[in-house]
Every structure is written in C-alpha cells, then in structure tokens.
C-alpha cells in the first residue's frame, strides 16, 4: 500500500519485514550516515536489477513495516516480485539482507577470528558427504556470511564438482602447510566461487593429490618433531584464514585416520564458545551398514574427546539419498535416524536429480536448481546446523 508523501517526491509504503532485518536495517543505516527510506531504496533497486537474487528468507512472524520511496519503485518492484513468483514481504526481505550483506558494517571490520566450523564426515563412502558440504555452504554464502569451503577429501570430488582443478603434486596445498612445508600464504590458494548468486562470499580451498599420504606425512612428522601434536594439523594451517571468513566447511574424506583426528579437533568447542556454534555435520543413508559406520565414527569422536578433554558437537543427521520404495529396510532405517534423538535429523534428503545434474554442469545446487527440494533441504540443513 502507498500513500502521498507531504512534499510529493515520495510515497509512504507499508509492507511487513521480519524484526531481526528491521533492527539491522535500522543500525547499519545509521552507521552509514544514512536515512532508512534511502537504505531500503537502494535495496529494492539492487534487487530488481539482480540476475541472480538470493535464496529464501524465513518471514515466518515479519512485522508491519513502512517507509518512503520514489513514486512507481514500488509498483515497479512488486511487478518484480511476481515475475520471479515470490511474495512482497518476501522480495522486500531478499533485498534488505543483500543489501546489508553488500553494506557491511564499518564497525565489523573482518569477521570475528573464531569462525563457525561445520564439520562434515562419515567413514563410508557415498553417504553424499560432499553434496552436503556444498549444499550447506552455499546456502550459509546466500544468507550473507562469507564462506569457506575445504575440499579436505585427496579424491577431490568437491573440487571437480565446482569446476575447480585438484592441486598438483608437490605444489603449496593445504597439506603442506599441515605438515609445515608450506610454500607461501594459504589464502593464495583459495579460490572464489564465481557466481553472482553468492556476492563473492564463497570460497573454496581445492584438494590436492598428495592428501592420500597425509596420514603418513603427519605421523612422520610427529615421530621426528618433538612435542608437535598430530591433532592440530589441520587448525594450525587454517588458522591464517579464520578471520577472512564467518563459516568454515570442512568436506572430510572417508576416513577413520589421523586425517579425521585433525578435523575432528577442529571441530571442538573452544573456549567460550557457544555449545552447538560448531560442530559435526553426518551424513547418512537408512541402512544396515550406515548405522555401523556411524557407531565407528561416534566411538572414535568420543574416544578423541576422552583422550584430550574436548567437547565436540553433534549438530545433527543428515538422511539422505533416502528412498521410500526401497521397502522395510529403508523406512524403518529412517525411523531409527529419527529415534535417536541427540544428534537429532537436520533433513531427509531424497534420491533426486538436480544434483545430480548440477554436478554434470560443474554447477552449485543452488545455483542450478534454487527451488528444487534438495536445494531446501540444504537450507534446512543450514539453519538447524546453527545455534
């Protein structure tokens, strides 16, 4: 709805914005010297001229909101909004938080030096670790965060499913600086996911080929350095990058090794840190044979935090490739998952195809199919994965 405004260069709008975005539109305005009106002007503007609008907000509760615009933007922009079938509260919530995300506080600086760490893992193989960790990563990158995504696995699925080439043998990688043989600063290394979808907020650390020694370099490495612990690998090299980014995801091999030790430590709760901040992200598929793999991952975790006093989050299960035709086996898997309680099940993901054909197009999920199930699921993903 609009109405005149006094000196008749505006109009008064009134629309519903969820209170989180108010409040933050209502800050970063003020740190930037500017009027709301003028704020949210600029939003709907970058919006409507996107070719690539961001994903889904939660409006779930959005509260009346009004404001002053130019005559006809907001005509122009609810015709925006249904071209690209979404609500009017929906459109004007993408474009509040890009904009915020485009507009960053002055006041911030870089992100906080402790970013949140999702680790993905599982010791079997094909379990979907790897669409997991891209699902989640992007879907943290569209809601505004700067992202760091670690191909951690030396098969370097993640890698080629991006469109990123593995590093080659001995060259600066990510398990070189592990080891201590790093040959320049890691962040030269990462690369930018280049889709206007992500804001240059996405950022992948490729795999290298040497990663199928790791295990062995690191064990040498602790048998020749004294007093070096194996278990910090992994934290001692990314630390350089932390304060570049707010999440971190880890796409782990498959793998009960000293490899999976490191990430595992990456993962603990550090001090002060907020319980279920960080964490393990499981994938699983409702059968037999996943279960024991999951009882083998949660007794070396366990193990791990026995043996080093850590505490390590279980930020929940992710079901997937889950297919209810496959009978009494898969259903009754599924409600075991369920069952269980702690970690709870973030999402029960189907045996579908957009990633699938995402992954033929070296393209991310939510890129290629926004709106698809998987690509929701990876925002569900995403939200329960965060306290």
């Known amino acids: 709805m609009a109405s005149p405004y006094p000196d008749g260069d505006r109009e008064k709008v009134a629309s519903k914005l969820p209170s989180a975005l108010q409040q933050a539109l209502k800050v970063r305005a003020a740190e930037l010297s500017l009027d709301i009106q003028d704020a949210v002007e600029a939003a709907i503007t970058d919006w409507r001229t996107s070719d690539h609008p961001g994903g889904e907000v939660d409006t779930t509760g959005a509260k009346s909101f009004s404001t002053w615009l130019p005559p006809g933007l907001y005509e122009a922009f609810k015709t925006t909004c249904t071209d690209r079938s ?11 938080r890009d904009w915020l995300a485009d507009n960053p506080s002055p006041q911030a600086g870089t992100p906080a030096a402790e970013p949140e760490r999702k680790i993905v893992c599982n010791q079997k193989g094909g379990v979907g670790k790897t669409a997991v960790s891209a699902g989640v990563a992007q879907a943290y990158a569209e809601q505004g ?17 991006l469109g990123v080439p593995q590093i080659e043998p001995d060259h600066d990688s990510l398990v070189a600086h592990m080891c201590g043989e790093g040959q320049g600063e890691l962040r030269d290394l990462v690369v930018e996911i280049d889709d206007p979808r992500f804001h240059k907020r996405l950022h992948l650390l490729p795999a290298c080929f040497d990663g199928f020694l ?38 782990c091999p498959p793998s009960l090794g000293i490899a999976m030790d490191a990430a595992i430590y990456y993962a603990r709760r550090r001090r002060n840190e907020k319980p279920g901040r960080s964490g393990v992200i499981i994938p699983v598929l409702s059968e037999d044979s996943s279960a024991t793999a999951y009882q083998m991952l949660d007794q070396q975790i366990q ?60 393209m991310p999920l939510l890129s290629y199919a926004p709106h698809s199930e998987q690509a929701e699921a990876m925002r569900q993903v995403a939200r329960g994965a965060s306290r």
């Open 86 to 96: 979404v609500s009017y509260t929906q459109g004007l919530a993408r474009s509040v």
């Open 145 to 161: 965060k700067r992202v760091l995504l670690v191909d951690y696995d030396p098969q370097g699925h993640l890698s080629e499913q």
């Open 214 to 251: 790791l295990d062995s370099r690191i064990a040498i490495l602790s048998a020749q350095k004294r007093g070096f612990q194996k278990e910090v690998a992994l934290e001692l090299a990314l630390r350089e990058l932390e304060n570049d980014y707010d999440v971190i995801v880890i796409d």
């Open 303 to 362: 193990d791990l935090c026995e043996d080093l006093s850590l505490d390590v989050d279980y930020l929940g299960l992710v079901v997937n490739l889950y297919d209810s035709r496959r009978g009494y086996v898969a259903t009754s898997s599924l409600e075991s998952w369920k069952a269980i309680g702690d970690p709870k099940v973030l999402a029960v993901i189907g045996d579908l195809k957009e990633q699938r054909e995402a992954v033929r197009k070296r």
